[in-house]
Antibody, heavy 120, light 108 residues
Framework: QVQLQESGPGLVKPSETLSLTCTVS????????WSWIRQPAGKGLEWIGR???????NYNPSLKSRVTMSVDTSKNQFSLKLSSVTAADTAVYYC??????????????WGQGTLVTVSS | SYELTQPPSVSVSPGQTARITCSGD??????AYWYQQKPGQAPVLVIY???ERPSGIPERFSGSSSGTTVTLTISGVQAEDEADYYC???????????FGGGTKLTVL
């Protein structure tokens, strides 16, 4: 059973860069797709983007200019960087494994989520 | 940008049937998935490929699709089903994931 765990600062100052890491256990990170999804308090889910273990990425067009994802297969980890953050980026951030088949991408396994607050 | 539209809330009495809809222009081309989210928890997949049920999900959960609308049906609703439900699909290219705004299911 794949397990995911997010880690990173819970507080980020406005205009700075949010950085999170997701550690995968119970399986290899290789040859799979991995996504970041966020949820502001009391609001819905927003897909941020995905990375394949080759390093190829797809980003939500609304966030693309500020998002960078990377993967470290030696550590079984993948990471998110979101630059120039504002209060609107305050949210619970989830990492998740993309299950991909002919029907599309969807999510069986999620991390527990980590709250990131943007405030000075 | 592509959007999926869900009703903000649905209310139903225990034992009744709840139906939650999700509309989007690309749904005739792209499959839909449904997640249940309880407070303070990560979402849980309850339906995939429009109507398939993952292992461990009760049979009272079912899904259907018709044109630009997909529907999550919960038959014989139980108190434990009270949660937020999100549909998920992709844009017409199949690359970019989109979530609906979520529907709060209240069990009266």
């Amino acid at each position: 059973q794949v397990q995911l765990q997010e880690s990173g600062p819970g507080l980020v100052k406005p205009s700075e860069t949010l950085s999170l890491t997701c550690t995968v256990s119970g399986g290899s990170i290789s040859s799979y797709y991995w996504s970041w999804i966020r949820q502001p308090a009391g609001k819905g889910l927003e897909w941020i983007g995905r990375i394949y273990t080759s390093g190829s990425t797809n980003y939500n067009p609304s966030l693309k200019s500020r998002v960078t994802m990377s993967v470290d297969t030696s550590k079984n980890q993948f990471s998110l960087k979101l630059s120039s953050v504002t209060a609107a980026d305050t949210a619970v951030y989830y990492c998740a494994s993309d299950y991909y088949d002919s029907s599309g991408y969807y999510y069986f396994h999620w991390g527990q989520g980590t709250l990131v607050t943007v405030s000075s | 940008s592509y959007e999926l539209t869900q009703p903000p809330s649905v209310s139903v009495s225990p034992g009744q049937t709840a139906r939650i809809t999700c509309s989007g222009d690309a749904l005739p081309k792209q499959y839909a998935y449904w997640y249940q989210q309880k407070p303070g928890q990560a979402p849980v997949l309850v339906i995939y490929k429009d109507s398939e049920r993952p292992s461990g999900i009760p049979e009272r959960f079912s899904g259907s699709s018709s044109g630009t609308t997909v529907t999550l049906t919960i038959s014989g609703v139980q108190a434990e089903d009270e949660a937020d439900y999100y549909c998920q699909s992709a844009d017409s290219s199949g690359t970019f994931v989109v979530f609906g705004g979520g529907t709060k299911l209240t069990v009266l």
